[in-house]
């Protein structure tokens, strides 16, 4: 590794820090095709997925198995029916479901079990755990046409799951259910995987899928989605094709359900997985039953966060240095952007009620939130406050930020226009421009 890599590395790596405190202890159910498997590209999930486990997430997996059940069906000459992209399964296609799945979870949990040297899997521990798990019933007849043993979830032995989680084992789980009399259906991937989150009270669900995420219409992916935003666009299905269509629908139905988050990430790209759990950005979509973005007034909770977001900017110069005592005193004064759980903007006032005025300092903003408004939030919020406490107008001290402020509708004004109180404290080896806004 070349020393320009290494220091690409170091940043990242950081960067990833709040993600790897966060999941330690959270249950993620991972959902994918058996496409996966049979193109090979389950051996560099594997390594993933074991990074995930050695940081303490509590991992079901959910696999599918179409494109082993139809090599099955097609080598006997068999009919391959689907009814809304769900399988007619007849007594003689049940058989080749049972031996396809079968197969398929004996050479999925084979490739969990590899741990040779030199790879990501050396000195692996990963234990996997499978069973019966899901109750199905029937789906029955849908368009006119009987199912036969084509089925759906009924219930979910969430309690059993956890049990095998609590071990440290992982849980994998096949589209296959039982039902109390003894009857064994085919059921759906993402059938499976929504309710087993659901039941689960999961903090992820994850689908991989053949498209890179949800489509924007011009050739983008949309990054996140609220449940109801997810719903708006399923009612006009035209606009959605392929796994999309096919994943979101129960992505909404997880979120609704009770799970915090569901992303839906392309298998084709290598460590997607990663990607999507440890960057701001992710590399797939994200939907959640709430905006992700919130702004509040801070909390001691936020001091570590605020502090993470502000030191760099104190190194360069940019703000001015505060100790972590001193922000814990000030707290109250700070107004935090959150996003996903994570502080990614910060701003504080601080009055000067003899003179109805108010000062923005600490005005710091994640370069990943830059560019997307996240300042010009931050700024309405703060405004507001100000307003609410009759403050008359809004002054700012700073070095390198000037231009912004000014397209914010501030304007530069002499040291002599600050606060009589706020003068005393100017320093002029910083040589700060005054900027003021009036409200």
């Known amino acids: 590794m070349d020393r320009r890599t290494l220091e690409h590395f170091v940043p990242w790596f950081r960067a990833a820090a709040p993600y790897i405190h966060a999941f330690g202890g959270r249950t993620f159910v991972v959902a994918f095709g058996g496409e996966v498997v049979a193109d090979g590209k389950f051996?560099?999930?594997?390594?993933?997925?074991?990074?995930?486990?050695?940081?303490?997430?509590?991992?079901?997996?959910?696999?599918?198995?179409?494109?082993?059940?139809?090599?099955?069906?097609?080598?006997?000459?068999?009919?391959?029916?689907?009814?809304?992209?769900?399988?007619?399964?007849?007594?003689?296609?049940?058989?080749?479901?049972?031996?396809?799945?079968?197969?398929?979870?004996?050479?999925?949990?084979?490739?969990?079990?590899?741990?040779?040297?030199?790879?990501?899997?050396?000195?692996?521990?990963?234990?996997?755990?499978?069973?019966?798990?899901?109750?199905?019933?029937?789906?029955?007849?849908?368009?006119?046409?009987?199912?036969?043993f084509t089925g759906e979830v009924r219930r979910i032995h969430a309690d059993a799951i956890e049990r095998c989680l609590e071990d440290e084992d992982v849980v994998l789980i096949s589209p296959l259910g039982y039902s109390p009399t003894g009857e064994i259906f085919n059921l759906t991937l993402e059938d499976v995987a929504a309710q087993t989150a659901i039941a689960l009270k999961a903090d992820k669900l994850l689908f991989l899928m053949d498209e890179p995420g949800v489509g924007t219409g011009r050739g983008g992916v949309r990054s996140e989605l609220t449940v109801s935003q997810a719903e708006k666009l399923l009612s006009g299905r035209n606009s959605l094709k392929g796994d999309a269509a096919l994943y979101l629908p129960f992505a909404a139905r997880a979120c609704r359900g009770g799970v915090k988050r569901v992303h839906l990430v392309s298998r084709h790209v290598d460590g997607a997985l990663l990607m999507e759990l440890f960057t701001h950005a992710g590399i797939g979509t994200m939907v959640s039953q709430d905006p992700l973005e919130q702004i509040r007034r801070a909390s001691i909770e936020d001091v570590g966060g605020v502090l993470r977001l502000i030191e760099p900017l104190e190194a360069e110069g940019t703000l001015v240095k505060r100790s972590r005592e001193l922000l814990e005193m000030e707290i109250g004064r700070f107004t935090v952007l959150q996003h996903d759980d994570m502080i990614v903007g910060c701003a504080a006032l601080y009055p000067f009620d003899r003179d109805r005025a108010g000062e923005l300092a600490c005005?710091?903003?994640?370069?990943?939130?830059?560019?997307?408004?996240?300042?010009?939030?931050?700024?309405?919020?703060?405004?507001?406050?100000?307003?609410?406490?009759?403050?008359?107008?809004?002054?700012?001290?700073?070095?390198?930020?000037?231009?912004w402020f000014v397209e914010q509708g501030f304007r530069e004004v002499p040291v002599g226009d600050l606060p009589e109180q706020r003068q005393q404290f100017y320093n002029y080896r910083r040589r700060s421009k005054v900027l003021v806004k009036q409200l």
Do not use: C, W
Request: proline fraction near 3%; hydrophobic fraction near 45%; glycine fraction near 8%.
């Open 43 to 148: 051996i560099g999930l594997t390594h993933d997925l074991n990074l995930l486990a050695s940081l303490g997430v509590k991992l079901v997996l959910v696999h599918g198995a179409r494109p082993q059940i139809e090599e099955r069906l097609r080598g006997r000459d068999a009919e391959i029916r689907y009814v809304r992209d769900m399988r007619v399964t007849d007594e003689a296609a049940l058989q080749d479901v049972k031996e396809a799945g079968g197969r398929l979870r004996m050479e999925i949990e084979a490739l969990l079990s590899v741990g040779l040297p030199n790879t990501p899997m050396a000195n692996a521990t990963i234990r996997v755990t499978s069973g019966n798990f899901v109750v199905a019933r029937p789906i029955g007849v849908i368009d006119g046409i009987d199912m036969q």
């Open 363 to 403: 005005v710091a903003v994640h370069p990943d939130y830059r560019n997307g408004g996240a300042g010009e939030r931050l700024l309405q919020a703060i405004e507001l406050q100000a307003r609410k406490a009759r403050m008359k107008r809004l002054f700012v001290l700073t070095t390198r930020t000037a231009h």
